[in-house]
């Protein structure tokens, strides 16, 4: 019997990718973690956590953070899956 956690296994070159996109699509845009928690309505440390490539985000929540950046989810992932 297989346990259900060996079914899991995030990609963490994706995860590590999108998160280095979410931080420079950021500081391009001149906006701090604070003005981008108000944007997102998502708490300043937990963004944080995401940037730092600590935290596996759900993909609701990256699509909050990409229109609150006010870029395409999906060109942003294309981009976050060219990189890495």
Known sequence: MV??????QPNKDL???LS???KSIRKAKKLTIEQLS???GLHEKYLQTIERDHRNM???VFVQIAKALKV???KLLEKALRSK
């Open 3 to 8: 346990k259900a956690a060996s079914f899991y």
């Open 58 to 60: 759900s993909i609701s």
């Open 38 to 40: 108000e944007l997102s």
């Open 15 to 17: 995860l590590t990718a």
């Open 72 to 74: 395409s989810p999906s």
């Open 20 to 22: 280095q996109e979410l």
